[in-house]
């Protein structure tokens, strides 16, 4: 894909333009994710494939523990500076950043070090296909389950709200 349409990545600037300090981070994942859902045609091929939009598409806002994640007021005001700077050709920067924005408002930040570059602080995710909680560095992307365990490829989801009261971190 080499653009975005011109007209879908206004709508979103325009939307983006109006969120202030004061918006709840639930409501700026909530546009983020109406804005997917509305325009899956067009982020169907690379490279928002590559970072996941379809599932993003699916996910429900409700489960999401967005008041515990680690987006806050100034991370807000540097979302809406780079979405506005940001034009519909700039399509991998674009879609790099609605991952890693996304990520960030959807997961939880554990007081745990990387076991590989000894950042502080990593998310909490859930396996796919085994429920375990695990963890994802945000500085190198290293994971692994809370038990040690290595992740194999594509094995991580976002944690509900319930899973993570459940099995711990919140
Ligand atoms: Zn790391």
């Known amino acids: 894909m080499r653009t975005l349409p011109i007209k879908i990545w206004h709508e979103f600037q325009s939307v983006v333009e109006t969120l202030s300090d004061e918006t709840p981070v639930r409501k700026v994942l909530e546009v983020i994710l109406f804005w997917v859902r509305s325009n899956q045609k067009h982020l169907a091929g690379e490279p928002f494939s590559a970072y996941g939009f379809d599932s993003f598409a699916k996910l429900d806002e409700r489960e999401i523990p967005a008041e515990y994640s680690s987006f806050k007021t100034g991370v807000l005001i540097n979302f809406k500076s780079i ?13 790099r950043f609605l991952r890693d924005t996304i990520e960030e408002l959807a997961t ?26 695990a963890y994802q560095c945000n500085v190198c992307g290293c ?19 319930k899973q993570l009261r459940e099995l711990g971190p919140i």
């Open 83 to 95: 979405v506005l700077k940001r034009q519909a050709r700039d399509v991998e920067s674009i879609a």
């Open 143 to 161: 994971s692994h389950y809370s038990d040690g365990a290595r992740i194999e490829n594509g094995g991580l989801e976002f944690a509900s709200e």
């Open 108 to 133: 939880v930040e554990v007081d745990k070090q990387c076991p590989r570059c000894e950042s502080e602080g990593m998310r909490a995710f859930i396996g796919k296909h085994n429920g375990l909680l």
